[in-house]
């Protein structure tokens, strides 16, 4: 359901069937619910045969990227008799993106049981759930469920009395949107500094402890249980637009609508049928101004963007920018696009590890140019200057915040000229006058 | 870390924090994995991570005060200098800030007395500083008080919310 509203007709809910429903929280209410039948499957199954269903339902990765889940766990080596890891990725911290939370806060179960089916794919007895330091209550939950998990034998030495070892824990985060991404994410856990590492190697060769390690999204885990219960011909039957673009996403949306929340949609539902139906559109008396679709790391989209797009992978490239982590910002005509991309920029300075020249120095000198411009003191060679750094930015470091900082900027200069023109053409005071 | 700190430090790791510790050790195959989750029990049990805490958990996992202290200054949620008695985090990210949170946090800092973002009201009782995204953009503003989550704040409510904090 539309977490927190009623469930809309236009939503599909799998994932979030059960949000707002504090009975289904605990292990017993799960297990009434059809809870864990997916994973006594799946110890039936032989690992490949899992990747191979996870494959044909055409899963892609939720976290932002859109790899494709079956294809990343097929990367896993079979008999190497190395351990291996999953890292469930519960870092959320995407500005415009609060789905994930949905999924630890009320189905805490769903994504333990997702954990243990994708850990048995990849032959992995070991799962990391890292979770974003400031998640306070979802982290308690989570916590909780996978002890009662432990408790009643779903986890441990021998799950479900398979001889299977499957142990899943929980690793709290402290402050770092950097540690959302994979290779910075497994320092963390190594209890180092949160940096990207250079890749290759790529974690499915050396990864966490420098073992084949696999990262998903909560999102993407918490799908899997659904895909071996009802196979994955139906799952991949969910689509309104792409056949690339199967199932159903979470859709996070925030900012200028009515009814902010998170919505479950099949892929392909029209993005207008999203803000103006389910989201009950704009403010009374306000008109659309832009769409960040997929979290603050995507290109800005105009209401004409939006109007003919289906919220899909496909769809919104093709519509200028991408759906990303389904972190959706709506900003209607009361927004300065140019204090808009300021803050991001801000943001991204604040985030950046550092590690970079080109995204240390890119993304301070990006929100500095911002901050001038905004106090009246921007000069029209700005934009140029705007435009250089984030082709600097661009495809040149160690992992893609730097890009992710660029695009907000970049795309707001080409869409959203007159909102640059505005505080380039103030009459400025006169500096002699000491006023 | 400039504080020093004017008494002797204190173990944390003793008794049942040691145990709490130790319960952890067979879920990583090395001790290094430990140094985030040792700093949260720290930074619990003091409120702050001082340099004595430093060279605890260094000597605690075997590693150098050094390395730990490079890990510590990595993190933002961990405090390297103590801080008020009621830690408010307040997000003002975009998605946030088109809704109105930059007044709240203006609000949370003259309600509290902090006069500043960042400083500790004279009374002690509160610290406030501004972050990014919380990861409920749809609830603005959420605001982190110690480790409650609390959303939807606007202006208006920051009085009755900051009276639960004494
Ligand atoms: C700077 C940065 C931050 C990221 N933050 C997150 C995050 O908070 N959550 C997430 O699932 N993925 C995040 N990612 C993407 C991950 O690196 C990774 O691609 C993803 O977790 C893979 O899971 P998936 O294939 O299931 O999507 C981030 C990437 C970058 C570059
Ligand atoms: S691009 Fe930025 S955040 Fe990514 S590794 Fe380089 S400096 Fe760190
Ligand atoms: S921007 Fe404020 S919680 Fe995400």
Redesign the pocket.
């Given at each position: 359901m539309g977490y927190p509203h009623p469930i809309h007709p236009k939503e599909t809910p799998v994932l979030s069937k059960h949000f707002g429903e504090v009975e289904a929280r605990p292990y017993a209410g799960w297990v009434e619910r059809g809870g864990y039948v997916a994973l006594k499957k799946a110890l039936t199954m032989a690992p490949d045969d899992i990747t191979s269903e996870v494959k044909a339902s055409g899963l892609r990765?939720?976290?932002?990227?859109g790899?494709p889940?079956g294809l990343?766990w097929s990367f896993m080596p079979k008999e190497d008799g190395k351990p291996h890891y999953l890292c469930c990725?519960a870092?959320?911290?995407?500005p415009g993106t609060f789905k994930d939370r949905e999924i630890l806060r009320w189905t805490p179960h769903a994504l333990i049981e997702g954990c243990a089916i994708a850990q048995l794919a990849i032959r992995a007895e070991t799962c990391y759930i890292y979770i974003r330091g400031e998640f306070t209550e979802p982290y308690h939950i989570l916590q909780r469920a996978v002890d009662e998990a432990y408790a009643n034998g779903v986890l441990g030495a021998n799950a479900f009395g398979s001889g299977r070892r499957i142990d899943i824990v929980v690793h709290r985060g402290a402050g770092a949107?950097?540690c959302?991404?994979?290779t910075a994410m497994m320092n963390s856990i190594e209890g180092r500094r949160g940096n990207p590492r250079i890749k290759p190697p790529f974690p499915a060769v050396a990864g966490l402890f420098g073992k084949p390690t696999t990262?998903?999204?909560?999102e993407?885990l918490a799908a899997v249980p659904a895909i071996i219960n009802q196979g994955a011909a139906w799952y991949a039957k969910l689509s309104l637009s792409s056949p690339k673009s199967t199932g159903t996403k979470l859709i996070s949306v925030c900012g200028h609508v009515q009814r902010p929340g998170t919505y479950e949609i099949t892929m392909g539902l029209p993005m207008k049928e999203l803000i103006y139906d389910l989201c009950g559109g704009m403010r009374p008396g306000r008109t659309l101004k832009a769409v960040i679709p997929g979290g603050s790391s995507v290109p800005i989209m105009t209401p004409e963007e939006v109007e003919n797009c289906p919220t899909d992978y496909e769809g919104i490239v093709a519509n200028g920018s991408m759906l990303g982590?389904g972190g959706m910002i709506v900003m209607d005509d009361t927004t300065d696009i140019v204090h808009v991309a300021m803050r991001l920029a801000k943001f991204y300075a604040h985030e950046s590890c550092a590690q970079c020249t080109n995204c240390r120095e890119g993304t301070a000198w990006t929100a500095r140019i911002l901050e001038r411009m905004l106090a009246g003191e921007g000069k029209e060679s700005d934009l140029g200057l705007l435009l250089d750094l984030a082709e600097n930015m661009t495809g040149k470091t160690i992992?893609?915040?730097s890009d992710?900082c660029a695009a907000p900027v970049v795309s707001g200069i080409q869409k959203f000229r007159p909102d640059f023109d505005r505080h380039l053409n103030v009459e400025r005071p006169l500096k002699t006058a000491g006023v | 870390m400039s504080t020093h700190e004017t008494a002797a430090h204190e173990t944390v790791f003793a008794g049942a924090v040691l145990a709490k510790l130790e319960a952890l050790y067979p879920k990583y195959p090395d001790k290094r994995s430990l140094l985030l989750p040792a700093l949260w029990m720290i930074q619990e049990a003091r409120g702050w991570i001082s340099d004595g805490s430093v060279a605890e958990v260094a000597e605690t996992l075997g590693l150098t005060s050094a390395y730990v202290r490079g890990v510590v200054t990595f993190y933002t949620m961990y405090h390297t200098h103590p801080v008020g008695r009621h830690f408010i985090q307040v997000c003002t990210t975009s998605p946030c800030g088109i809704c109105g949170a930059e007044d709240v946090a203006r609000a949370l800092v003259k309600e509290t007395g902090c006069g500043d973002l960042g400083a500790t009201s004279p009374d002690g009782r509160f610290t406030v500083i501004e972050v990014e995204c919380l990861g409920a953009c749809g609830f603005p503003t959420p605001i982190l008080i110690d480790d409650d989550f609390i959303e939807n704040v606007t202006v208006d409510r920051v009085p009755a919310i900051l009276a639960r904090y004494i």
């Open positions: 990765g939720r976290g932002g990227a790899f889940t990343k990725n870092d959320e911290s995407e949107y950097i959302g991404e994979e990262i998903n999204n909560v993407t982590s992992c893609v915040l992710s | -």
